[in-house]
């Protein structure tokens, strides 16, 4: 396969930035795509071209398939990065970037695919002894086969869109008398947000971490993990904060997953960065959940605690190189944590804040880092995923990245909107989260709007007491005696 010589990026924001910067480190010309809303983004600033390809709405831009493909076609470009969301994992896409000439950096399609959909990623990994969550692996319509599945497997049960992902078409059962009313809303929901309401069931693990295994894989059959990241902080089904190592795993059970996870990867004849997720119980039992077939919003704390940059290994796969590494290459230097910086206000149960940055200002460190897609003064638009920056920090071990996220936190200044820094912060400081006691029940648990205003309040009153304290300890230097002037200069005054 030749060599890239111009890429472009059909993303936006914080990840279109990220890939540019590797790419521009390689010698590579980049090219952006942006909509009308992103006109003075940075992402369109970073690149060597810039081509708008329509309207906002991301239906009338970003997700224009045929379209990014022309335009790159126009432009002489010589493969397209997804990045994540938007195209990144869908097949139809990928496949029409190759029949195009055009070299797609990401998975073979049939990949995507079979991935993509949770029942035939259940049948292609059955043959290589990896465990799986106890359930049927066929797609259920009819009640009673649902009742008499979860009869089987005991309550309480977890119905999931096939197609789905991010939490959606996903219900919790707890008893028979809900399962009716609860399936039809899984399949209503599943329908909507993938046009496909085939669902499955399966046992619902209780107190569950998320923990997921990043692979890479050549085309020379080639496959590494490069071990695992903790994603067990999540509200809504989505991530927030994400750190690598786990503070849970052992080196045996990394040792198994990191099997498990290449096993995968072999089923779908995987080539490039992808992600093996599993769920873990509170006996540290761990259960294949799915496969992302791309990079990961969280992959900063893997580059972190590898050394290796995730894109570049993207870049020189998709080109036909082969890994310059093995698995006994690899080890875990450190500890890393990220934090999703989101437009959202914690305060009011995550919901969107939308509005202008009036300040924008970043952390900066040795060992802190800022994947950012804003610039001060920019408005955050509606219609896109609400997500600022990542901030991801670094130590030599756990405590040391929790404390310089902490630190890292203080030295944002943002104004204009809400954000989810204050929660992040809460997070940090929960004994729960240092102690690494914790799973993806966390926010259900330990937080509530209320809990997070009280914080604020302390902190007001805190910052208010010293505010005075300086106030009055000026006041008292003003107003203290002068000293008397000496004699000589008092008999010049007296003459």
Known sequence: MKKIQKILVANRGEIAVRVFKTA??????????????????????????????GEAPSNSSYLLGDKIIAVAKELNVDAIHPGYGFLSENADFAQKVIDEGLIFIGPKPKAIQMMGDKLAAKEAVKNYDIPMVPGIDKAVTEVSVAIETAKQIGFPILIKAAAGGGGKGMRVVDKESDLEEQMERAISEAVSAFGNGAVFIEKYVNSPRHIEIQVLADTHGHIVHLFERECSIQRRHQKVVEEAPSSILTPQIRKEMGAAAVNVAKSCDYVGAGTVEFLMDADKNFYFLEMNTRLQVEH????WITGLDLVEQQIRIAQGEALSFSQKDLSIKGHALELRVYAEDSLQHFMPSIGKLETYKLPVGDTIRVDNGFTEGMEVPIYYDPMLSKLITYGKNRDEAIAKMIEAIELYDIQGIQTTLAFGKFVCEHPAFKSGNFNTHFVKEYYAPEVLEEAYKNEALVAAKLALHLYLKDMNRIRMPQTQPKPAVQTLFNK
């Open 300 to 303: 900063p704390v893997t580059e």
């Open 24 to 53: 521009q480190k390689m010698g590579i010309k980049t090219v952006a795509v942006f909509s009308t809303a992103d006109r003075n983004a940075p992402h369109v600033q970073l690149a060597d071209e810039a081509i708008c390809i």
